[in-house]
């Protein structure tokens, strides 16, 4: 009675990211209801192995009574305080010098949001506001790539490249433009590292010369591109573009919302390929999901061009009620304690190889084409022909059947419109865990082939 009623009123009053509207209501929400560890229950009693932390977010999984408690005692103390007014708090002030101290270096300043979109948002903001300030007005076009992912506000749906969040959003903005992502997989120049990065390079030299470097004001891009199905590019391809846009003369600013806080190894995906980039964003496993938050960090150049521009004595116009809040902050800086002295980046370091075992006994399985991944990132590309590397008919409704069989085996991943699978257990994951999740993963496939539609297309 109880569940019934939830799920009817789900229907009835909830609006659901990212979702068709009536089809959801025709099939009604999995209502979640507690977590320990890497296992969610359902209000069914169900329990589901979360290979997805969340949405790339719990990066420490859940019921951490640490951040519960440190989150617990500010809220006592002081449950919000704002940053206008010259106002400050002390968890937001400590956890500001600590991503700074862990980011790359040249990466001094932090404006605090309340998630990805916002910090995609502001970054985008500022930047206009520095080239304003810097006498550059007319550098004012962004370039982003293909398939990237960089949140849904009104200017970052336009910088992400996927069709879904275009279709009748009347976006890209006209001073939005796009590249083809690096996409080793798929590449019109095949998949050797140095053809692929080179034909990368090439892409940008070409855009920003078409709209011409005076009119250019930054490239965005993803370490590994997430919510493009996992497009993890070869090594280099980060130093290389980062490079290029700095002969270019234009801002690089590195979206780590899910490859920062451990997910591909270090702390930032960026520290692998020693690239410092002119802002970053992130967001997601800055608080492991515990609470809301985004930060944007910049370097000093882009700061003092804001700070000394025409009219230094008045505001700058940019901020959130939020920004900076007390209890959000006091969670992150209790979630970096557990990444580093709680040594859960160590154990997300010592538990790679075997995830990418995992992932790589995979590709013998009839549906899959394509298995790629970095740390505790993956991505398995479902095919129903593996030398043509066909996708599935759409019609087949792959990603449903998918989530069906998942749910039916007590696990959930990401099961992207493409058929691709995306994997980002929390990095907290233990050995057997790991056993499980693969376990679980190759039962879900083998259920899935043996749905007679699916057999019959991979013939
Ligand atoms: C790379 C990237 N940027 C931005 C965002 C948007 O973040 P949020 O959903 O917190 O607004 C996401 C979310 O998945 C992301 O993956």
């Known amino acids: 009675m109880y569940s019934n009623h939830l799920i009817e009123s789900d229907r009835n009053h ?5 979702t068709a509207f009536r089809p959801h209501e025709r099939r009604g929400a999995t209502v979640l209801a507690s977590g320990k560890g890497m296992y969610l229950r359902d209000i069914e009693g169900n329990e589901l192995l979360d290979a997805f932390a969340g949405l790339w977010c719990v990066n420490v999984g859940y019921g951490h009574e640490s951040i519960v408690e440190a989150a617990a005692a500010q809220m006592r103390r002081l449950p919000y305080a704002t940053g206008y007014f010259h106002f400050a708090n002390e968890p937001a002030i400590r956890l500001a010098e600590r991503l700074v101290e862990l980011s790359p270096p040249g990466l001094d300043r932090v404006f605090f949001t309340l998630g990805g979109s916002d910090a995609v948002d502001s970054a985008v903001r500022f930047i206009v506001n520095y080239y304003n300030a810097t006498g550059r007005p007319a550098k004012k076009h962004f370039i982003a790539l293909d398939k990237g992912y960089h949140g849904s506000s009104t200017t970052g749906s336009g910088l992400t490249g996927l069709p879904a969040f275009h279709r009748d959003f009347d976006v890209p903005l006209p001073w939005q433009h796009h590249i083809p992502a690096a996409y080793p997989y798929r590449s019109p120049v095949g998949s050797d590292p140095q053809a692929v990065i080179d034909r ?4 940008l030299r070409a855009k920003v010369a078409e709209l011409g470097a005076e009119n ?3 490239f965005f891009a993803e370490p590994v591109q997430g919510s493009a199905g996992v497009i993890v590019p070869p090594p280099g391809w980060l130093k290389a573009m980062r490079d290029t846009c700095t002969e270019l003369d234009i801002l690089f600013v590195a979206d780590e919302v899910i490859t ?17 980039p002119d802002l970053m ?8 999901g515990y609470a809301p938050m985004g930060a944007v960090l910049m370097s000093d150049k882009v700061y003092s061009g804001i700070a000394d521009g025409p009219r230094p004595e008045l505001p700058i116009g940019h901020g959130f009620t939020y920004s900076g809040h007390p209890v959000s902050a006091a969670v992150g800086l209790e979630v970096l304690r557990l990444y580093t002295e709680g040594g859960i980046l160590a154990n997300a370091q010592e538990r790679a190889p075997r995830f990418r075992e995992g992932l790589l006994d995979l590709q013998d399985h009839p549906l899959v084409g394509n298995v790629r991944g970095v740390g505790l990132l993956g991505g398995i590309e479902l095919v129903s022909d593996k030398a043509e590397k066909t996708r599935f008919d759409p019609a087949l409704r792959l990603p449903e059947r998918l989530t069906n069989a998942a749910y039916r085996n007590g696990i959930i991943f990401r099961a992207f419109g493409d058929g691709t699978i995306g994997l980002a257990p929390a990095i907290s994951c233990g ?3 790991m056993d499980r999740l693969f376990a679980r993963l190759r039962k879900t496939l083998n259920d899935v082939l043996d749905e007679p539609e699916v ?3 991979v013939g």
């Open 14 to 18: 909830l609006i659901h990211p990212v």
């Open 200 to 203: 990368s390079v090439a892409d």
């Open 216 to 218: 250019v004001a930054a």
């Open 260 to 276: 920062g806080f451990g997910r591909t190894g270090p702390m930032f995906a960026c520290e692998t390929e020693g690239v410092s």
């Open 281 to 288: 964003t992130m967001a997601k496993g800055l608080t492991s």
């Open 431 to 433: 050995a057997d865990d």
């Open 455 to 457: 057999r019959r297309e």
